[in-house]
């Protein structure tokens, strides 16, 4: 028969064992910085801005299901690749998300932060890989269908939410530039 202290060791270790991989999930994985200079190395991205109007917000805040209450939105482009950093919301927490277009497809989704105590698993390719060449359809949905991952279903619906935005944005971007008159 086990000791009282044998016991709670025994409970202290099942404990920690199971806790730990939550504490594993959070994390800085990589900087904004490092992100963008894994997206476009050996040169340096243009900074651009998108200036939000009423209606602009008000279709960001479908994409985010709630308001969205900034001025601008920036991202970086280099020739017909973007870069897009976001903070979505998982559970409580942010995740800082970064989705690299080109030519209106994705190219690649990485997770820069993670806050959260669980759903981590969003960040490894299993998962991201899954968004590669897709493209957002007539009616604002990714092109094709994204598994899941069991327990995270909070954190996997803020990466495609980013994911969606990011595609719907840089095609606003297009507009916005094509509608601008060059100057001489």
């Not at 963008?36 to 243009?46: A, K, R, V």
């Not at 979505?88 to 993670?114: C, D, H, N, Y």
């Not at 994204?146 to 944005?169: C, H, N, Q």
């Amino acid at each position: 028969m086990l000791s009282f202290k044998a016991v709670s060791r025994l409970l202290y270790l099942t404990a920690l064992l199971l806790l730990a991989p939550c504490l594993w999930a959070k994390g800085v994985y990589m900087t904004a910085d490092q992100y963008l200079q894994s997206t476009f190395p050996n040169t340096e991205p243009e900074r651009k801005v998108i200036w939000l109007n009423a209606e602009l917000k008000a279709q960001i805040s479908k994409f985010m299901y709630r308001p969205y209450q900034g001025l601008r939105i920036r991202y970086w482009q280099q020739d017909n690749r973007s870069a897009w950093i976001f903070e979505e919301i998982g559970k409580e927490m942010p995740i800082t998300i970064g989705v690299t277009l080109k030519q209106q497809q994705v190219e690649s989704v990485k997770i820069l932060a993670f806050r959260e105590s669980r759903g981590g698993e969003v960040r490894y390719p299993f998962f991201t890989d899954q968004f590669q060449g897709l493209s957002l359809t007539s009616k604002n949905k990714l092109s094709q269908h994204i598994d899941g991952v069991t327990g995270a279903t909070l954190s996997v619906s803020a990466v495609k939410r980013a994911t969606k935005l990011a595609l719907f944005l840089n095609q606003e971007a297009l507009k916005q530039h094509a509608s601008k008159p060059l100057q001489e």
